[in-house]
């Protein structure tokens, strides 16, 4: 199966779905440092946010973990192969990405649309799906809590349901990593929340798929999300477990502006942390000591 991962090394030892050691990219034209010395690893099962300002190099990241690009010096390992030692386009199968940019002909039906997910294509490869693939995808579009799309147009669905769908489509390949590029761009709020319990569920039904979320909003967040890496201008500023990441001293540092945050029943909301802001009572603001990388 595509996503097959070995996910112990031959001595019993859990293998990390990702792993970077001092890993950089410079831009090539100019020299410029956009990642600089990342280390970086994610096991199974765990649920990661990537955080930082417009151009503090996520996107350059996520284009690490998905093959799509290499390194300029490091190591980057992804489900146990080493870019530059294997063939990235067998690798790429084996990973879910999903970006709110995605170009997808708006004229394909959300069942159409999950079933190129199998091809790795933009445009329907019909006798390469068997009835067994079809059901395949009809029984993710359910996962997702969109059965009822299932002939619906592209084009017509609402920003949250074509996330979902785009998901499904990710999810055909049974990806061990999931990646999720700012996957709540533009959603107004019932959507958003319908995104994340979909997150949510996606990730209790999966106890060994591991997930890496970009986003700027703390609130998009599931309870799901146990880790969380702050990047500033190309260096990891931390990572670790959410609880001592995602504090008031770390999202000031990443940011350059004072940022307070808070927590409730696994939720997070961030705030301006300039005088005369202040949290509702409903929230208690997360005030564990920022530990930087």
Excluded at 6 to 18: F, I, K, L
Excluded at 23 to 28: D, E, G, K, L, P
Excluded at 105 to 125: C, D, I, S, Y
Excluded at 215 to 231: N, R
Aim: proline residues 5%.
């Amino acid at each position: 199966m595509a996503g097959e991962f070995a996910e112990h090394t031959g001595n019993g030892q859990e293998r990390a779905v990702v792993l970077l050691r001092d890993v950089s990219v410079r831009r090539f034209t100019t020299d410029q440092v956009i990642l600089d010395a990342v280390d970086w690893s994610v096991r199974p099962g765990e649920h990661w946010a990537l955080l930082g300002a417009n151009g503090a190099g996520k996107t350059t990241l996520l284009r690490l973990l998905g093959a799509l690009m290499h390194p300029t010096t490091g190591t980057v390992d992804v489900l146990g192969a080493r870019l530059g030692r294997v063939d990235v386009r067998e690798l790429r199968a084996r990973i879910g990405h999903v970006s709110s940019a995605q170009r997808v002909p708006e004229n394909l039906g959300a069942h159409t649309v999950v079933l190129t997910g199998h091809t790795g294509t933009v445009q329907p490869l019909w006798r390469a799906y068997d009835d067994e693939v079809r059901q395949r995808a009809h029984e993710l579009l359910a996962e997702l809590g969109i059965k009822e799309l299932a002939d619906r147009p592209y084009g017509v669905c609402s920003g949250g349901q074509r996330a979902r769908v785009l998901i499904a489509r990710a999810l055909m390949a049974d990806p061990a990593l999931l990646l999720l590029d700012e996957p709540f761009n533009a959603l107004d709020l019932p959507s958003r929340e319908d995104l994340v319990e979909a997150l949510h569920q996606l990730a209790e039904g999966r106890p060994r798929l591991a997930t890496v979320t970009v986003t700027h909003h703390l609130e998009e967040l599931s309870p799901v999300v146990g880790h969380a890496l702050l990047l500033r201008e190309g260096r990891v500023l931390a990572s670790g477990p959410v609880s001592e990441v995602l504090t008031d001293d770390g999202l000031t540092a990443c940011f350059g502006r004072p940022i307070r945050v808070a927590r409730r029943e696994g939720r997070w909301a961030a705030w301006s942390g300039r005088s005369g802001t202040t949290a509702t009572a409903a929230h208690s603001p997360a005030r564990t000591p920022f530990r930087p990388a």
